[in-house]
């Protein structure tokens, strides 16, 4: 039975590799942070089938024990600050769990087994101001945020680890993957809870920010298939994960507010709290590298996507 470890077990992807590693018969061990209440709300399904451990990307020690006593053959590396508006207000310490921490986990398996074979959750952020339309493995990165800066490190961090001690640290450049776990400052969820809140009388309204922005929009639970293929190849990689479309937060909306049978034009307000200092404004992938060597093919269609959330938060607010 293969050990891996998952940090950032408690967000919205980590629950979705945590499934799919139980279903291949892993051991699958989830690094948590220590916090003043438990938030396993996305694990508390599996949360019998795996085990939690606190852990913390900002503590070295914390790192290399888990590898120690757990001894993995695979490190998910999923855990950051990963909300772009909280970068501007935090970003020291955005740069210290999403840029150093990466150092901290490759240094703990340099240290343990340098064996283990490593997965770091790099972003299209890095992308940002877009210098090439769709965006490949060999675009250059212009990042528009703090957040985007760190996941640079991260990724070059991770590329510099396989070059120099030879170990099998690949870079997944995943493009915005979402489900009914996404967490709800995120625009699409932030969209879906309003619109079943709407439906159901419990909500007036949608302040939302750049309506224009435009992204490559795919399904959490196919974007993890991606990053477990990566670790199976024969050699540590650079991948491109997303669908190859590009949709607006406005089509977004559309969709979102029609599958209840409502125009969003009804509801949804500009609101100047919600831009941003630098913004991303067309994200695009071409991932016909992870579809040749991976054969990686995403399943859920963005309409599918959009009507899959708005469901499930009807559904969850209706209970
Ligand atoms: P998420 O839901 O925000 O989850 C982030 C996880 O990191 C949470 O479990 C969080 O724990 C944990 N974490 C934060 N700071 C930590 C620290 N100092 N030490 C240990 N754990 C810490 O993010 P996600 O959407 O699942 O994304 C997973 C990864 O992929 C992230 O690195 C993200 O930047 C990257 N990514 C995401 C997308 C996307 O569209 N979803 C696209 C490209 C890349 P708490 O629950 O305690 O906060
Ligand atoms: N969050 C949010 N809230 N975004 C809004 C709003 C709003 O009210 N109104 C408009 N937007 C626009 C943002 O300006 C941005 O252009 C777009 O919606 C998407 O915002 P988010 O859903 O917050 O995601 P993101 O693209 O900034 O970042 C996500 O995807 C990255 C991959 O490209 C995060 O998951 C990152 O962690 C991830 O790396």
Redesign the pocket.
């Given at each position: 039975m293969p050990t891996a470890i998952i940090?950032?077990?408690?967000?919205?992807?980590?629950s979705y590799l945590a499934e799919l590693l139980l279903k291949k018969e892993y051991r699958v061990i989830g690094?948590?942070?220590r916090?003043s209440t438990v938030?396993y709300e996305r694990i508390e399904h599996i949360v019998d089938d795996i085990t939690v451990v606190q852990?913390?990307?900002?503590d070295q020690g914390s790192l290399l024990s888990l590898l120690e006593e757990y001894k993995p053959s695979e490190v998910y590396n999923?855990?950051?600050?990963?909300?772009v508006p909280t970068s501007w207000n935090q970003p020291a310490l955005t740069g210290d769990?999403?840029a150093l921490?990466v150092t901290r986990m490759l240094e703990a398996i340099r240290f343990v087994n340098p064996k283990i074979r490593f997965y770091q959750?790099?972003?299209?952020e890095m992308f940002g101001k877009v210098l090439e339309v769709p965006q490949n493995e060999d675009t250059p990165f212009y990042p528009r945020s703090p957040y985007g800066v760190a996941?640079v490190y991260g990724h070059w961090i991770t590329v510099n680890y396989r070059e120099s001690f030879d170990m099998f640290a690949t870079s997944g450049i995943?493009?915005?993957?979402e489900s009914p776990r996404r967490?709800m400052e995120f625009v699409t969820r932030k969209i879906s809870n309003a619109v079943a809140g709407i439906k159901l009388g419990k909500t007036k309204e949608l302040r939302l920010g750049n309506l224009e922005a435009q992204r490559d929009w795919g399904f959490?639970g196919d974007y993890v298939e991606a990053m477990w293929l990566m670790l199976q190849q024969d050699h540590p990689d650079n991948y491109v994960i997303g669908t190859g479309e590009t949709h607006s937060v406005r089509e977004f909306c559309e969709i979102a507010f029609s599958h209840a049978d409502l125009d969003y034009k009804d509801f949804v307000v500009m609101d100047e709290k919600f831009y941003r200092p630098a913004e991303v404004d067309l994200l695009i992938s071409d991932p016909s590298k992870a579809r040749a060597a991976l054969k990686w093919e995403p399943a859920v269609s963005f309409k599918e996507l959009v009507t899959i959330m708005v469901d499930s938060d009807l559904a969850r607010l209706k209970r």
């Open positions: 940090t950032g077990i408690t967000g919205q992807d980590g690094v948590a942070r916090s938030n852990g913390d990307l900002q999923l855990a950051a600050q990963s909300f769990v999403t921490g959750a790099s972003s299209s996941k995943l493009f915005n993957h967490g959490a």
